[in-house]
């Protein structure tokens, strides 16, 4: 369907069972979860392991066939980290998998497919067990990861930085540039002088900025009707 049909009851009705299963289900599982997440599709959203913090406007969209899973599989039960810090915005396909340490700064954004790890999970010559060595992921504040780009272990990335589409970052990467290819190499600085909008921006009035969605939602759902949403759902055409 092209067209939103739901009443605006109704779509509150979605939003606040979104919301309930989040609270119930997914914070739990966290040691720490901010205030004001938008998890979309929360039942497609895995988060497993100890010592997993989520900041505060978090955003994190599952989808049927593009799960995000975020595990913490450490050399013990309580072994292992994963922070993520304020405003993440983190986009379907999306996995976060670490033995040891995985730390994500504010405002990160992590487009369809990308995949991060610390540890390459399997030693080369006995295959049954993993390395005993430490290779922490970093990634600073405002970096932008692209459509199914991979962080490999023992990296840092620097703030603000862009990895391209399809990138393999195996190598450190500095602050303000853009990387590309496999591996990943700078093919681009930025302009520190030009000022930087981030999430944290967007998000600097959270309680504000959900009233102004609402008051969208309402001015936009108010005319639909309940009988005429469920013919979209049985039998919808073409201006639907």
Not at 6 to 35: E, M, N
Not at 74 to 95: C, N
Not at 157 to 169: P, Q, R, T
Not at 192 to 215: C, N, Q, S
Request: hydrophobic share 40%; net charge neutral; with cysteine.
């Amino acid at each position: 369907m092209r067209q939103d049909r739901r009443p605006y009851w109704v779509k509150k009705i979605y939003l606040r069972f979104r919301s309930w299963y989040t609270q119930h289900f997914l914070k739990p599982a966290c040691d720490y979860l901010g205030d004001y997440p938008t998890f979309m599709k929360p039942w497609y959203i895995s988060i497993s392991g100890p010592n997993i913090e989520i900041g505060r406007c978090a955003t994190i969209v599952g989808e049927p066939d593009g799960r995000v899973k975020i595990g913490v599989w450490g050399a013990d039960e309580t072994s292992g980290r994963i922070k993520i810090g304020d405003y993440a915005m983190i986009s379907p396909g999306t996995r976060i998998s670490a033995a040891n340490e995985i730390t994500i700064g504010d405002s990160v954004m992590m487009a369809n497919g990308v995949y991060i790890t610390d540890s390459d999970w399997h030693e080369l010559y006995d295959r049954g067990r993993r390395s005993d060595k430490v290779t922490p992921v970093h990634i600073a504040n405002n970096v932008w990861l692209g459509d199914h780009s991979t962080v490999l272990k023992g990296v840092s990335i620097g703030e603000n930085s862009v990895v391209a589409a399809g990138a393999v970052v195996s190598k450190d990467v500095p602050a303000n540039v853009i990387v590309a290819g496999n591996p990943a190499v700078v093919v681009k600085a930025l302009d520190p002088e030009i000022e930087m909008k981030t999430r944290a921006d967007f998000f600097a009035d959270p309680a504000g900025l959900e009233v102004f969605f609402d008051g969208v939602d309402k001015m936009v759902l108010q005319e639909n009707g309940f009988l005429n949403w469920l013919r979209t759902l049985i039998k919808p055409n073409s201006t639907d």
